[in-house]
């Protein structure tokens, strides 16, 4: 057998189909198009409604790898060697082509032809009485009757995924690991029903024959479909011969980061590698969920992700970690998946932060968290549902982790009353809004609503209002002072996307007009954030929308730039050079990308100076639309998914530049005017950071250091190209001041200091309290010790307040008194704090305390 990376089985899997007559079409966003599903579960869901034959495919057959998620074994994830959330689905589908034989006949040749698996160590399991199966696998396939067993619905029957949908029974596969299992019952009759270890499900072949609706009723579908899924992790195992997903080319990295992150090896303590698994694992699923749009919440889709995030967390802190750490593992997602799944690098810097804030969120009230478990486990066998849901409501602690711990410390929980004052406080907060419906349901309503977008070519157009959400809700209007979330039939406005900004402007209609303060996509929803300043908008209404011209130009320039400074980057560095994020907005533009080192000042100049003779040249803009294929042959650099769309935009410079994208930009590189490279920096191993400008802001940048230059001239009066000189003679200046000022404060120290000895010596004082004023506290101790050489017995005592608003001391003593016990007195006297040795101690107030003060309560 071969030994094959993922990436190659990822190729070599989508290849096969291809050469099968498949379209290959790219991974399908996490959050599935279908109202019944949190989730995309499988690499069918993007396609339930051609199954279901509500909608019409384009491609007779199509071959696909898929991202996935599913949650309902999470608490399995890390203790066994195959449960995951999210995973890669390797799928073929036919819609209404081939059928049983062909889905048969494929799955074989790509294992035993492709993958080159032996034939003896495939077994197979079918739908109890699918004879058609049984002979397809016999007959054509020649395999042993003894290798293929029948299963009942539980096994070997698929779908709905929901409530309803198309299903139908399945075949699957099985690799023989041919490893001993201990805990097998019966290893001389060991088959795939078995429930050991020894037969490894690969590759699920559903025969999609059927449907079944809401009430549970099934029914034959019209057209006979095939579905098909290979998890991506498991056959990455069998073709590495490892025995868990977790030791495959897939997580290795993961593994490693964890080694380094938490010093601990991997493989020594199996309640360490769980956790480190569970971060392995649920790094990935954020950040593609983050990618994919979710952000962390209480509700649905946001509150998978947070509870992934704080598992995770809870993790890393049973691996000894006090602070976000998570947010590190998005780099290793980047390097292990960002080459296949561009959203990634794309939304790189947005992934981390998210996590890296809901980090900080969670362990803010980790500890007081963790802290209320120990004590109610340590008095009580059960955390009652008034408990848990404090630990939720008040710490932040989802249900699942207070599981996990209750497992661990063998307590049980009131689930079922924590479910009841979960769905409590979910009633308040919806009776406090004013209204039974949830809120997420609104987008979700008005997912089909389509705006055309004609901001390429026009700024301005009338358009009929189609939807008006306020504060979640579907509402009839907004009226004077109100602000809402509007939806037009067709906007020049564009929607933030791809790193550009959205637009900006008015919106006017019939005695009324409204600022439009934003533009955003919410799934394919084309959202304007406006807020009425006269009249009423109603739904239905029509209007006149106008983009902020100036605003879009500045931006359209910024674009273009990007775009130039992109391909210069990678002139000048290389090829290696990948964007991994980007912003687009009307006063900068921000570029992201992978590069070791930080740029020299030469190769700075360089990027800039080429970009700008692409801006003298004055070389036009071209856009075109062309299929993705052709997009891609064409050299054009392909930065975001272009999600089941066959058509693609194509940006093209002259031949100096050429990419994928959707943004607003410039005619001609005329129209820059010109580029500036205002900053390079890291912003994380491996990616630097590049802020430019261009057009009216290098313009705008310019007069203000100018005036700033003025500024300097004036106020060190001296003309503009001897300010350098002149700026070193003053810190020099400076410098040599401050040297003499601390001489001569130390020589009037050392006056006082000797008065204020001479004077304890003529009385034999025993305690001296010198105010050393605002001397470091190298200095006051300095000065304690010549002070107790000096007068040989008794105690000193050397106030000092080097900040405002703050004193402290250093006590040092010759023996008979102690130190520290003086120290905690005048401390305390004051509302302060002091400790130390016999022989030396420090404290300090929070305020200003003076020596005289201290003398004095030292009398008292
Ligand atoms: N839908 C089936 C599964 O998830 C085959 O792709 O197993």
């Given at each position: 057998m071969k030994k094959l990376s993922s990436a190659q089985i990822r190729k070599m899997f989508l290849d096969f189909f291809k050469s099968k007559g498949h379209k290959i079409l790219p991974s399908s966003s996490l959050?599935?198009?279908?109202?019944?599903?949190?989730?995309?579960?499988?690499?069918?869901v993007p396609f339930k409604k051609i199954f279901w034959g509500l909608e019409k495919p384009k491609y007779p057959r199509v071959a696909t790898v898929q991202k996935c998620l599913r949650t309902n074994d999470i608490e399995n994830v890390g203790k066994t060697p195959r449960h995951q959330t999210m995973f890669e689905m390797l799928g073929n589908f036919s819609f209404g082509d081939y059928y049983k034989k062909e889905a048969i006949e494929y799955a074989w040749e790509f294992l035993t032809?492709?993958?080159?698996?032996?034939?003896?160590r495939l077994w197979v399991s079918i739908y109890e009485d699918d004879d058609e199966a049984y002979e397809l696998w016999t007959e054509?396939?020649?395999?042993?009757?003894?290798?293929i067993v029948r299963m009942g619905k539980e096994d070997n029957f698929w779908g709905p995924?929901?409530?309803?949908g198309p299903c139908g029974p399945d075949s699957e596969i099985f690799y023989?690991?041919?490893?001993?299992?201990?805990?097998?019952?019966d290893p001389d009759k060991c088959?795939?029903?078995?429930?050991?270890?020894?037969f490894l499900e690969v590759w699920n072949l559903v025969f999609t024959g059927l449907y079944q609706n809401e009430k549970g009723e099934i029914g034959e579908l019209e057209r006979k479909n095939i579905d098909t899924g290979m998890g991506l992790e498991r056959i990455t195992a069998v073709m590495q011969n490892?025995?868990?997903?977790?030791?495959?080319d897939l997580f290795i990295p993961f593994i490693k980061k964890s080694e380094k992150l938490f010093g601990k090896s991997y493989g020594k303590n199996e309640k360490n590698d769980i956790s480190m698994r569970v971060i392995a694992d649920h790094s990935r699923a954020s950040a593609f969920l983050i990618a994919d749009g979710v952000f962390p919440s209480n509700t649905e889709r946001g509150y998978v992700l947070r509870r992934l995030i704080r598992r995770a967390v809870r993790h890393g802190k049973l691996l000894g970690?006090?602070?976000?750490?998570?947010?590190?593992f998005v780099d290793v997602v980047n390097e292990v998946m960002g080459e296949f799944y561009p959203e990634i690098p794309e939304k790189y810097d947005l992934i981390k932060e998210t996590i890296k804030a809901e980090e900080e969120r969670f362990f803010n009230t980790l500890d007081q968290g963790l802290a209320l478990i120990e004590k109610i486990v340590s008095s009580s066998s059960t955390i009652s549902s008034e408990e848990a849901f404090k630990l939720y409501d008040?710490?932040?602690?989802?249900l699942d982790i207070t599981l996990e711990i209750a497992k661990e410390k063998g307590v049980k929980v009131e689930v079922d009353g924590f479910n009841a004052l979960m769905e409590e406080q979910r009633k308040r907060a919806r009776e406090k809004r004013g209204d039974?419906?949830?809120?997420?349901r609104t987008y979700e309503k008005l997912a089909n609503t389509k705006t055309e977008f004609i901001g390429y070519d026009e700024l301005k157009c009338d358009a009929k209002v189609v939807a008006i959400i306020s504060n979640g809700e579907s509402v009839s209007e907004l009226r004077a002072g109100e602000e809402g979330e509007v939806v037009f039939d067709k906007t020049p406005f564009y929607a933030e996307k791809g790193g550009q900004i959205g637009d900006t402007g008015i919106c006017r209609w019939k005695d009324g007009i409204g600022k439009i303060s934003n533009t955003y996509l919410n799934g394919s929803l084309h959202l304007h954030q406006l807020k009425v300043e006269r009249g009423t908008l109603e739904v239905s209404m029509e209007a006149t929308l106008e983009v902020d011209e100036e605003r879009r130009n500045d931006t359209a320039r910024n674009h273009t730039a990007t775009h130039l400074l992109h391909a210069a980057l990678r002139k000048v560095?290389?090829?290696?050079?990948?964007?991994a994020g980007s912003l687009v907005s009307f006063d900068r533009l921000r570029f992201d990308f992978t590069h070791m080192k930080p740029l020299t000042k030469e190769e700075i100049q360089k990027v800039e100076d080429m970009v700008n003779a692409v801006i003298l040249e004055a070389v036009p803009v071209t856009t075109e639309i062309m299929s993705l294929e052709e997009a891609k042959e064409s050299g054009a650099m392909a930065l975001f998914n272009e999600k089941y769309s066959d058509e693609v935009r194509v940006v093209s410079v002259g031949n100096f530049s050429k990419e994928l994208c959707g943004g607003t930009h410039v005619k001609?590189?005329?129209?820059?005017g010109s580029f500036v490279i205002l900053e390079e920096k890291a912003t994380s191993a491996g990616v630097r950071r590049i802020e430019a400008t261009s057009g009216r802001n290098t313009l705008k940048m310019i007069r203000e250091m100018r005036t700033e230059i003025e500024t300097l001239s004036k106020e060190l009066n001296t003309p503009p190209n001897s300010l350098v000189q002149k700026v070193k003679e003053v810190i020099k200046e400076n410098s040599d001041l401050s040297d003499r000022l601390t001489r001569v404060k130390e020589k009037m120290l050392k006056r006082m200091l000797d008065e204020t000895l001479e004077k304890a010596k003529k009385s034999s004082q025993e305690i001296v309290v010198f105010d050393a004023q605002d001397a470091s506290s190298a200095q006051a101790r300095n000065i304690a010790d010549m002070a107790l050489n000096s007068i040989k017995n008794g105690v000193v005592i050397v106030i000092f307040s080097p900040k405002k608003d703050k004193s402290s001391f250093v006590v040092k003593s010759s023996?008979?008194?102690k130190a520290n016990e003086v120290a905690k007195k005048i401390a305390s006297a004051f509302g302060g704090k002091g400790g130390g040795r016999l022989d030396m101690a420090q404290g300090g107030w929070n305020k200003k305390v003076s020596a005289k003060e201290v003398d004095e309560a030292l009398k008292a």
């Open positions: 959050i599935p198009d279908d109202p019944q599903l949190l989730f995309t579960v499988a690499g069918m032809k492709w993958l080159e698996i032996p034939e003896e054509n396939i020649g395999l042993e009757p003894r290798k995924v929901g409530p309803s023989d690991t041919m490893l001993d299992v201990k805990e097998c019952p088959d795939p029903t078995c429930d050991c270890d020894r490892v025995e868990s997903v977790f030791e495959t970690k006090d602070e976000p750490f998570l947010y590190k008040t710490y932040g602690m989802p039974k419906a949830f809120v997420g560095l290389g090829e290696h050079v990948k964007q001609n590189t005329g129209n820059i023996g008979r008194v």
